[in-house]
T-cell receptor, first 110, second 115 residues
Framework: GNSVTQMEGPVTLSEEAFLTINCTYT??????LFWYVQYPGEGLQLLLK?????DKGSNKGFEATYRKETTSFHLEKGSVQVSDSAVYFC?????????FGAGTRLTVKP | EAGVTQFPSHSVIEKGQTVTLRCDPI?????LYWYRRVMGKEIKFLLH????????ESGMPNNRFLAERTGGTYSTLKVQPAELEDSGVYFC?????????????FGPGTRLTVT
């Protein structure tokens, strides 16, 4: 079946630190992969996506590369800001099935 | 354009009581989804409406949960009677009829606490 496993939080970083949130998946075939972000008091928003192997999704300074050989889609940002504090969800879509990870709470301190 | 709204934002009820959650999708969106996130775990799909019809309700946990979407506009999710394990955050999402499944607009969620 389809499943997503992501790094447990919470993660606390200082401003301008490097961020990595790990995400691995299990799926048959060729899923599409996503990162969603939920800012405080708001709904989930699609942050970035990748639909095939070796694709790199990017948005707002965040990047993630679809690695089929390691079944991973790790989220990275070179220099986080306080405004990046949120909960981040890794997700996949495969065969009409949408699966989310458990979410990772990121807090960035000034 | 207003986004997806959910009401209430937080509900605290006792075990055995009934609670009704409401979701107002973006106007004109035919697809409406309910999800649940329990105790900081993964967000799980509950069901999918296309207009007023239930397209997929495979994620509904048991018959204590009843979802409706009369007239194909807003939707309600009723839990009766509520149990402790129903505590969590209930998300609603909507999308236009031709959108890809991942192109959903999410509401802020309703946090349900059953004591």
């Amino acid at each position: 079946g389809n499943s997503v496993t992501q790094m447990e939080g919470p993660v606390t970083l200082s401003e301008e630190a490097f961020l990595t949130i790990n995400c691995t998946y299990t799926a048959t075939g060729y899923p599409s992969l996503f990162w969603y972000v939920q800012y405080p008091g708001e709904g989930l928003q699609l942050l970035l996506k990748a639909t095939k192997a070796d694709d790199k999704g990017s948005n707002k300074g965040f990047e993630a590369t679809y690695r089929k050989e390691t079944t991973s889609f790790h989220l990275e940002k070179g220099s986080v800001q306080v405004s990046d504090s949120a909960v981040y969800f890794c997700a996949l879509y495969n065969n009409n099935d949408m699966r989310f990870g458990a979410g990772t709470r990121l807090t960035v301190k000034p | 354009e207003a986004g997806v709204t959910q009401f209430p934002s937080h509900s605290v009820i006792e075990k055995g009581q009934t609670v009704t959650l409401r979701c107002d999708p973006i106007s004109g969106h035919d697809n409406l989804y309910w999800y649940r996130r329990v105790m900081g775990k993964e967000i799980k799909f509950l069901l999918h409406f296309v207009k007023e019809s239930k397209q997929d309700e495979s994620g509904m946990p048991n018959n204590r949960f009843l979802a409706e979407r009369t007239g194909g506009t807003y939707s309600t999710l009723k839990v009766q009677p509520a149990e402790l394990e129903d505590s969590g955050v209930y998300f609603c999402a909507s999308s236009p009829s031709r959108a890809r499944t991942y192109e959903q607009y999410f509401g802020p969620g309703t946090r349900l606490t059953v004591t």
